[in-house]
């Protein structure tokens, strides 16, 4: 069974680091574009950021552009997000989430993701 394993989350002050990570199993790591998904108590869920198969294309929300990276190791079958300058306003349960290589160059959504992971917390205090 396909399995995305978010890890890297936890509680830090505003303008610290952190750095998630999502480990698959089960599914041809390279035959998928990757992303991060976050979701605030109360509030809907938005994609974060994106990366295709070879890591060569990227997508950031405006709200993380220039403070989070997106990478991936696919001999490692792991995907990352590099946080910096973190933000009470990223306190947030963050996911893992893989769809096909046939969405690269489309949004990355609901309607698009294959396989979800169980989620990370991030809580940034001020």
């Known amino acids: 069974q396909v399995q995305l394993a978010e890890s890297g989350g936890g509680l830090v002050q505003a303008g610290d680091s952190l750095r998630l990570s999502c480990t698959a199993s089960?599914?041809?790591?390279?035959?998928?574009?990757m992303g991060w998904f976050r979701q605030a108590p109360g509030k809907e869920g938005d994609s974060v950021a994106r990366i295709s198969w070879d890591g060569d294309i990227t997508y950031y929300a405006d709200s993380v552009k220039g403070r989070f990276t997106i990478s991936r190791d696919n001999a490692k079958n792991t995907v990352y997000l590099q946080m910096n300058s973190l933000q009470p306003e990223d306190t947030a349960v963050y996911y893992c989430a893989a769809d096909g290589i046939a969405a690269t160059y489309r949004p990355m959504s609901r309607n698009t993701v294959d396989y979800w992971g169980k989620g990370t917390l991030v809580t940034v205090s001020s």
């Open positions: 089960g599914l041809p790591f390279n035959r998928y574009r």
